[in-house]
């Protein structure tokens, strides 16, 4: 079997006959239409029909990675339904962001050689001495012709 051979020939077929032969080779069926990714697995399984799969030597050694390995496929429950409900701590409503620092907290960041520091507070944001009652606020006080493509 001339492996090239094959390859050109799948860079001809339609997704559809990919997925056909596909099905064929791996006896079942493929859950995916992207294309390149279909090539890759087709190949891949000629290659191994075609020279030899892994060594038996090499299966158990990956078995044993694999067995010793915690594989986590979700995360613990408890600890998905604190980042869920947020941080308690520097709460004050129940209202409020979970994803937003505390308030007191400092947001500090270097832009263009200046310092720019906003404060966060239970109501808003402080920067420069003023008060801001939020996203939504900061973004309707843009400056015509400012970029607004974060506040979208």
Known sequence: MNIQHELATMGRMSTGELAERYAGLFGQPV???HRAYLIRKIAW???ANAEGD????ARRRATELAND???RLMPPRGDAEARRRGSEAGR???DRDPRLPAPGSAITRHYKG??????VTPDGFEYE?????GRDYLCSEQPPGRSTSRCR
């Open 54 to 57: 892994l060594s038996e030597r």
């Open 69 to 71: 390995s915690d594989v």
């Open 114 to 119: 200046r310092k720019i520091e906003v404060i």
């Open 92 to 94: 004050t409503t129940g």
């Open 129 to 133: 001495g003023e008060l801001y009652g």
């Open 31 to 33: 859950r995916t239409r």
């Open 45 to 47: 399984r000629l290659q």
